[in-house]
């Protein structure tokens, strides 16, 4: 058998994940039509990834996100989208390049695509690289100006600590339907 220098697998792998940004893109226009909703599984390690601290520690490898009810923001750009999700109560934004998705699926029609992530012809800019390093830098200093000052409110009795971080509004349940993370091979066929 010869060699496959034209590399189809990759050149497929990159016109379904266009398929996936211009399903995306519609939903950011129109929304959601119907019944339609996408579980969409990526790795959180890969290039480009941008998610919070929190979102790492709690999913170091792979996440998936639903796309139904509850989002907003939904930004499609060249290489990656942008989601507005609530975690817990907790609203975060994630950014996810193309590159980085490894599943794609929609149960109201049985419609599924998997694929290797980082397996792409496409480079990730080297701005879009940046741009997200410079993110994680400036997140991380935030973080540690909040624990700081929280370090400073521990001389403060708990329920005033309290009434100085709560926001009015803020959902203080857990579970509050927002963002929902599941395995995607929960809604895979058993073969």
């Given at each position: 058998?010869?060699?496959?220098?034209?590399?189809?697998?990759?050149?497929?792998?990159?016109?379904?994940?266009?398929?996936?940004?211009?399903?995306?893109?519609?939903?950011?226009?129109?929304?959601?039509?119907?019944?339609?909703h996408?579980?969409?599984?990526?790795?959180?390690?890969?290039?480009?990834?941008?998610?919070?601290?929190?979102?790492?520690?709690?999913?170091?490898?792979?996440?998936?996100?639903?796309?139904?009810?509850?989002?907003?923001?939904?930004?499609i750009g060249e290489?990656?989208?942008?989601?507005?999700?609530?975690?817990?109560?907790?609203?975060?934004?994630?950014?996810?390049?193309?590159?980085a998705i490894?599943?794609?699926?929609?149960?109201?029609?049985?419609?599924?695509?998997?694929?290797?992530?980082?397996?792409?012809?496409?480079?990730?800019?080297?701005?879009?690289?940046?741009?997200?390093?410079?993110?994680?830098?400036?997140?991380?200093?935030?973080?540690?100006?909040?624990?700081?000052?929280?370090?400073?409110?521990?001389?403060?009795?708990?329920?005033?600590?309290?009434?100085?971080?709560?926001?009015?509004?803020?959902?203080?349940?857990?579970?509050?339907?927002?963002?929902?993370?599941?395995?995607?091979?929960?809604?895979?066929?058993?073969?």
């Amino acid at each position: 058998m010869s060699e496959d220098l034209l590399r189809y697998d990759i050149l497929i792998q990159d016109a379904l994940r266009g398929a996936v940004k211009k399903i995306l893109a519609e939903v950011g226009r129109t929304g959601l039509p119907g019944d339609h909703h996408f579980y969409i599984a990526f790795e959180t390690t890969a290039p480009g990834v941008k998610i919070s601290q929190r979102l790492k520690e709690r999913y170091p490898q792979e996440m998936t996100i639903v796309l139904q009810h509850q989002f907003w923001d939904l930004a499609i750009g060249e290489h990656a989208f942008e989601v507005g999700l609530s975690f817990g109560g907790v609203p975060e934004k994630l950014l996810v390049p193309f590159s980085a998705i490894k599943g794609f699926f929609d149960p109201s029609v049985q419609f599924a695509l998997e694929f290797d992530p980082g397996k792409t012809a496409e480079e990730l800019p080297e701005d879009l690289l940046e741009a997200v390093e410079e993110l994680a830098k400036a997140e991380q200093e935030t973080t540690e100006k909040l624990m700081t000052a929280d370090n400073k409110q521990d001389d403060v009795p708990a329920v005033e600590a309290e009434k100085k971080t709560k926001k009015p509004d803020q959902d203080t349940e857990d579970g509050d339907g927002g963002g929902e993370v599941v395995s995607l091979d929960a809604f895979r066929k058993k073969t």
